[in-house]
């Protein structure tokens, strides 16, 4: 089924549990969570790099450029 809403406009909660790769070639990453706003920042998304464990907080907007896994 598709979504009919485009990626954009998404809720940032419904992109947890999905996977996606840092541009066409780079490392795939897990979207963990939405982290809490800060005053002057753009929305953040908690994601887990698959190949390293490690979890950072990653722009909403570059997440939404990536392509998505599985």
Do not use: N
């Amino acid at each position: 089924m598709l979504d009919a809403k485009p990626a954009a406009l998404q809720e940032p909660r419904s992109l947890i549990g999905s996977w996606r790769r840092f541009g066409s070639a780079g490392p795939i990453y897990e979207i963990v969570g939405v982290t809490e706003p800060k005053a002057a920042d753009h929305p953040q998304m908690r994601i887990r790099v698959l190949e390293t464990g490690e979890e950072l907080d990653y722009p909403l907007t570059d997440l939404l450029e990536d392509p998505a896994e599985g």
